[in-house]
């Protein structure tokens, strides 16, 4: 075989230099490219937006308004429980022309609040007046009574002797048929029956529940828990003289209704007089939790209703 001869070095050098050569070339036409392009504009700078302050817009309508919440039904616990019945007296005797004697003693004392004998506005039983814009009937399951609840009609005056035992305390015992007990510490009455009825029967037991009121635990966002009561009634029956003291009341005085539901405390706020048919102090008052207590006055005329009314506590 034939022998390669081996490459000259100059040669390979020579080879090194003009690649070497080439890419100064290349590099130096690069560069010059670069310095004939026109330089980029600068981006000009965003301006951020001004911000308007917020305003409130008028919607144009007026904000809803949470209607009169309407009285529940009243519960029905089952049939009532007949009061055990009263020994049948002999009829009623009418009233012998008393002996001349003086008028009742009062019983008012200083400080106690005085029952308003005119109240103006207040006794007129249509639309709502500037003093009482708030009033709400109730809603009650049958017509309005055309007047007050109670009257006295001709029944005999008390004696010295029974308006001295109204000055000591007077208890009661509920009777099967009662639904609250009514106490007024100040003037000594202690479980006074309330018995939801308006008939005659049950005045003669106690006080009764107006029909269509209120009661303590109605979920009504008012309340006028209201009852009525005899300022005579007739010798011996458990309602006889129950509200003789009922103007004595002061302001801040407690009264107290308990039952099998709870206990509920009011404190007197207010006392006046109206005509028998001045229906509207049975109704509602906005934003209140009331207890109306009523009665006949004046003794012996009984023409008024005098009304005391207390707030819950």
């Known amino acids: 075989m034939r022998r390669a001869a081996p490459r000259d070095p100059l040669l390979r050098f020579g080879a090194a230099a003009l690649a070497f050569a080439v890419l100064l070339a290349a590099a130096v036409a690069a560069y010059a ?3 004939e392009r026109p330089a980029e504009a600068p981006v000009p700078a965003v301006k951020a937006a001004e911000s308007e302050p ?3 817009s008028d919607p144009g309508v007026d904000p809803q308004k949470e209607p009169t919440v309407a009285a529940p039904e009243p519960e029905k616990p089952g049939p009532e429980p007949t009061p055990p019945p009263k020994p049948d007296p002999e009829p009623k005797p009418h009233p012998q022309p008393a002996p001349e004697r003086a008028a009742p003693r009062s019983a008012e004392q ?3 609040l005085q029952p308003t004998p005119d109240p103006g506005p207040r006794l007129e039983a249509a639309g709502p007046t500037p003093e009482r814009p708030e009033s709400q009937p109730e809603p009650e399951p049958g017509p ?3 007047t007050l609840p109670v009257s006295e009609g001709d029944w005999p005056l008390p004696t010295d002797e029974q308006i001295e035992e109204t000055r000591e305390p007077r208890r009661y015992d ?5 639904m609250l007990g009514l106490t007024v510490p100040s003037i000594g009455l202690y479980d006074v029956p309330v018995l939801r009825s308006n008939t005659q029967r049950a005045l003669d037991n106690g006080v009764v529940h107006a029909r269509g009121t209120s009661m303590p635990w109605s979920e009504t966002s008012e309340k006028n ?8 009634g007739w010798p011996g029956t458990g309602s006889h003289l129950v509200f003789y003291r009922l103007n004595e009341l002061g302001e801040g005085d407690e009264v107290v209704l308990k039952g099998r539901s709870g206990r509920y405390a009011y404190r007197v706020t207010e006392a006046f007089v109206v005509g028998p048919e001045d229906t509207w102090v049975m109704g509602r008052v906005v934003g209140k939790d009331i207890l109306t207590l009523q009665t ?7 023409q008024k209703r005098l009304i005391v009314r207390a707030e819950r506590v």
């Open 33 to 35: 490219l670069l310095r």
């Open 54 to 56: 917020l305003v409130r």
């Open 110 to 112: 200083p400080g106690r």
């Open 144 to 146: 309005q009574p055309a």
């Open 174 to 178: 509920l009777p099967r048929g009662a």
């Open 225 to 232: 828990v209201y009852l009525a009561g005899h300022r005579l």
């Open 296 to 302: 006949c006055t004046p003794i012996p005329g009984f």
